[in-house]
């Protein structure tokens, strides 16, 4: 079995764990002590050439099983998960750098994820419509899409993986997943978990390497019928451009900017509790992260310190040693590109309230000071731009419909959030917000059996929930006329 410290971790590829064409090879580095952990086969597009093609190869004997066969690997998967929970969130901790905790419940509702779509994929129904001429009938088939390509980012190196592989092989598609070259251990133990589980020879394969040149395979091989993406908005931009060609499937999971917004009814300092919650899960490295804290101009004052207190007071460290509650950031340039943001903030009148700087108390690793702001000019960056950067930029306004207007005044729309505990504004909030997710005095909504995406550049279509697997579904209709 590979380990997150053996030598060479290899792709797999047909039923085979295999090296890249040449002997690349890629370090993998803890961003916490910048020792390299593990080194990794690194390939480019002969990889994802073959992996495609040896997908579609598993596939007809793949989508034949009945769902409930399918299931009963994507159920076993699960089980291996939750058996092997430590040992994949220490992999996971190592590579990634946040807080064992957080990793073990990246585990835990991952393997919920295969769960949820090793029943969901008994329920692809079909449907009887009422005919309008007579003597003719009409049903619709649900039909797997076909060959998955799927690219992941670093940031929940086990959870995004889970939520593209689950629903696709519950569809009867088969599957090449392309997770992030910071992250690729992780996706390993995953993987083996699916393959003790009896997933067959070339229904998962994985491939490591570049990601523009495997994109290419994916959107170029006309094997390839669906390019499944979770990253960057500007990337997936050129993912969707790519398509075009040949009318590849798409759904993309993209960046977000969202707000969170802070009403006066309810207890101020509770409301601060939540978002320092939010905000620095992760270190602000979530695609949902809160982003922009519009809070009321009554309660302000109070959540400003309540919210720079509860920051301070985080315990930042490797997030493998016990009571961390937040790690380093993944990479150096993640902490640069921070440190960009503050400076711009700081140049455009901003006040840095804590942190707003790399922790000086480590001699190695990315870390990065719980950071609070205000006084924002609206157009600083950090304001504008995804920040993905555990920085919180305070806000204030007085009334209902100009905090919505300022909250959609974003290119983005993948998550929001509000504290309140009046029912009509929670109400008016949800119907007004522009976003795929809403989480009211929730932050952190996501659950296998609930929609996630977003709306605006945030992304196209939804994962998870039963609209997660009908994105690995194309729906037939089929029309007949009965003898007379
Ligand atoms: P990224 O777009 O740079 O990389 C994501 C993945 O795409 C990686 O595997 C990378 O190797 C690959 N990639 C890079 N360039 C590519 C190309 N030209 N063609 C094909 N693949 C390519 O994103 P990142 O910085 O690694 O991840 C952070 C981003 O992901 C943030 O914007 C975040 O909001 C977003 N994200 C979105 C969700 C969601 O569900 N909406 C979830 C997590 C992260």
């Not at 390993?188 to 009896?198: F, K, P, S, W």
């Not at 309540?306 to 993944?330: Q, Y």
């Not at 008016?428 to 659950?447: R, S, Y």
């Amino acid at each position: 079995m590979a380990t997150a410290t053996s030598a060479l971790q290899r792709m797999y590829i047909d039923g085979q764990w295999t090296e890249a064409e040449g002997g690349r090879t890629k370090a993998v580095i803890n961003p916490a002590t910048e020792e390299t952990l593990a080194e990794v086969a690194y390939g480019g597009r002969p990889e994802a050439r073959r992996a495609i093609e040896a997908a579609h190869k598993a596939m007809p004997a793949w989508m034949k099983l009945t769902p409930y066969d399918r299931a009963k690997v994507l159920k076993k998967t699960a089980d291996l998960m939750r058996d092997r929970v430590d040992t994949i969130a220490k992999t996971l901790t190592l590579e990634q750098g946040k807080p064992v905790a957080e990793a073990k419940a990246e585990i835990l509702h991952a393997a919920d994820t295969f769960e949820w779509f090793a029943e969901e994929g008994k329920r692809a129904y079909g449907q009887i419509i009422p005919h309008s001429v007579p003597g003719k009938r009409h049903v619709t088939l649900k039909h797997p899409v076909g060959v998955v390509g799927a690219i992941t980012p670093w940031n929940f190196p086990v959870t995004l993986p889970a939520r593209k592989i689950a629903p696709a092989l519950a569809a009867g598609c088969t599957i090449v997943i392309k997770p992030a070259e910071q992250t690729p251990l992780c996706m390993i133990q995953l993987l083996e978990c699916l393959l003790e589980a009896g997933a067959p020879p070339g229904v998962v394969n994985l491939v490591i390497g570049e990601g523009p040149a495997i994109g290419e395979e994916f959107l170029q091989n006309p094997l390839c019928r669906k390019l499944s993406f979770t990253g960057s908005t500007a990337v997936g931009k050129q993912l969707m451009r790519g398509a075009a060609d040949q009318v590849k499937r798409l759904s993309l999971e993209l960046g977000g900017h969202a707000p969170f917004i802070v009403f006066p009814d309810a207890d101020p300092e509770v409301g601060a509790k939540i978002a320092v919650t939010g905000k620095f899960r992760n270190n602000g490295q979530v695609c949902i992260a809160p982003s922009r804290f519009y809070v009321h101009k009554d309660v302000e004052k109070k959540f400003t310190e309540a919210a720079v207190e509860f920051s301070r007071a985080l315990k930042l460290g490797n997030g493998v040693e016990p009571g961390v509650e937040v790690g380093p950031m993944i990479e150096e340039r993640a902490r640069d590109k921070t440190v960009g943001l503050i400076d711009d903030a700081r140049k455009t009148g901003a006040t840095v309230l804590t942190g707003g700087k790399k922790s000086d108390r480590f001699a190695k690793g990315f870390f990065f000071e719980p950071t609070v702001l205000n006084n924002l000019s609206p157009d600083s960056k950090i304001l504008t731009e995804e920040p993905f950067a555990p920085v919180m930029p305070l806000l204030n306004f007085s009334n209902l419909d100009d905090v919505i207007r300022a909250a959609n005044n974003t290119r983005y729309g993948l998550s929001a959030y509000v504290f309140t505990n009046d029912l009509s504004i929670a109400w008016k909030m949800a119907e007004g917000l522009e976003a795929g997710i809403i989480g009211i005095n929730d932050p952190v909504p996501a659950a296998p059996q609930c929609p996630f995406g977003g709306m605006k550049e945030s992304g196209l279509g939804r994962e998870l929930a039963h609209e997660g697997l009908e994105a690995y579904l194309e729906t037939k209709y089929v029309s007949w006329k009965l003898k007379d």
